[in-house]
């Protein structure tokens, strides 16, 4: 079980914490000490991708908005008492999977790579990470929604070649609104056809040593990483936010991109 507590991306939707994060974090170690003491084997809180890429971030901006808070949480539940193994034990990521193929995977490995990089940081040996998919919520239509099934489908193949322990799959006709049951039931099957019938979880990194996905891990491993730093120099996520910092440079990415929508180049 994957609680999914995520204060900093409520934040970033609402624009305001419940409380000073000094309190926040205090209860964050004291949920943490309990779930602990009752034998809680789960993930309770959760780096969340969604906010951002709803917002119009860049893969590189997404990732290093998920560093950035999960880092976030480290600090913050040591600082209530918990060691830095228990702390990063306790957390999961989420990113988003979209429909181009190729930076979806990329983007799936290079947060293995890029969070391996900040345990090192602090001085602990690497672990594998709980990582979480969803397919995208920008790229759904109202019109013309069964192409939404395409979009899905590639975005979930996608994040499974990419390393997603879990994938979400919205059901095609989510921006219409409440889905049917047929719609539920296609978003359910899309995962099991790919599993059981494309056996997409036989192998555990099908883009090892492909130089194309090797390439693009790499350069968006190297980009998000200044993009994580930049962050951390505003004084972390939370800093940033507080100022609209990484707000303002996702919206100068959304322009682009609606832009580019518009003129059919997307």
Not at 233 to 253: C, N, V
């Amino acid at each position: 079980v994957d609680l999914g507590l995520d204060p900093v991306g409520a934040m970033a939707s609402l624009g305001r914490m419940s409380a000073s994060w000094d309190a926040v974090a205090h209860r964050m170690g004291d949920t943490l000490a309990d779930l602990t003491g009752r034998g809680f084997k789960g993930r309770v809180f959760l780096a969340d991708g969604r906010v951002y890429h709803e917002a119009g971030a860049s893969e590189t901006q997404e990732l290093a908005a998920v560093l950035a808070t999960g880092l976030a949480y480290l600090r913050g539940l040591e600082a209530h008492g918990h060691g830095l193994d228990a702390a990063r034990d306790s957390l999961a990521f989420l990113l988003v999977a979209d429909a181009d193929e190729f930076l979806t995977v990329a983007k799936f490995r290079a947060l293995r790579r890029l969070w391996a990089r900040v345990e090192q940081a602090c001085g602990l040996e690497p672990k594998p990470i709980r990582l979480h998919a969803e397919t995208a919520w920008r790229m759904t239509t109202r019109r013309d929604p069964w192409v939404n099934m395409l979009r899905t489908t590639i975005a979930t193949f996608s994040a499974g070649v990419g390393g997603a322990d879990a994938i979400t799959v919205l059901p095609f006709t989510a921006a219409l609104g409440l889905p049917d049951p047929f719609a539920r039931r296609i978003a359910r099957n899309t995962q099991i056809i790919l599993l059981d019938e494309a056996n997409l979880a036989r192998v555990a990194d099908p883009a090892a040593g492909a130089g194309g996905f090797e390439a693009l891990t790499d350069a968006l491993c190297e980009r998000a990483w200044e993009l994580f730093q930049e962050i951390e120099g505003e004084g972390g996520i939370l800093e940033s936010l507080k100022r609209s910092a990484l707000q303002e440079r996702i919206a100068t990415i959304k322009a682009q991109r609606d832009q580019a929508v518009a003129t059919r180049e997307e």
